[in-house]
């Protein structure tokens, strides 16, 4: 019996890399639970900087074991990618943040998972959370440097980006994967 290749790129189950005219909204299936989000120059941006917490999230029932992947530009922003949010209350998420700090947030109790020191000098950084179950994986641009065990938000099943108080964010290539078994 002769070798068979076996396609081991995960699927793809969303993706938005924002290459689309400039607009007062990131568009469906995106939903907006604070902030004012839109497209310019090809990435999502805050449009508005409100003294709140900003989030735009996509909804995947079923996804438990996934990839999320975005680019997200440095500078004097708080941007971040969220996983496993709960759309009913802005305070349910892990959030991996280009300052590479792991938290998680249960009914507005911020909690360190863990970090790690970023390069400096870098204008744009890939971040990434890969979630099997309970294990989480933080990745900051291609290299694992977080990884931890928790199932406080395990049934959350959206996810998206976030931006801190008053700052305005940029982000590029965002893409949900499913994990391998």
Not at 156 to 161: Q, S, V
């Amino acid at each position: 019996m002769g070798a068979t290749k076996i396609n081991a790129e995960p699927s793809v189950l969303f993706a938005d890399d924002f290459n689309r005219a400039d607009a007062a909204a990131l568009g469906e299936p995106w939903s907006v639970f604070a902030g004012s989000w839109g497209i310019s120059g090809n990435t999502a941006k805050i449009i508005a900087s409100p003294d709140y917490d900003q989030i735009a999230y996509v909804n995947l029932p079923g996804a438990d074991k996934v990839s999320v992947k975005a680019r997200v530009q440095m500078g004097a922003s708080d941007a971040s990618i969220i996983v496993r949010y709960n759309p009913d209350s802005r305070d349910n998420f892990y959030q991996w943040g280009k300052d590479g700090r792991l938290y998680k947030n249960v009914a507005g109790a911020w909690n360190a998972l863990g970090s790690y020191n970023p390069p400096s000098g870098i204008e744009w950084a890939e971040l990434e959370i890969v979630l099997n179950d309970a294990n989480i994986d933080a990745y900051y641009n291609g290299l694992k440097v977080v990884s931890v065990t928790d199932t406080a938000l395990i049934d959350n099943k959206c996810f998206g980006m976030r931006n801190g108080n008053g700052t305005s964010g940029v982000w590029d290539d965002f893409e949900i994967k499913a994990v391998a078994p």
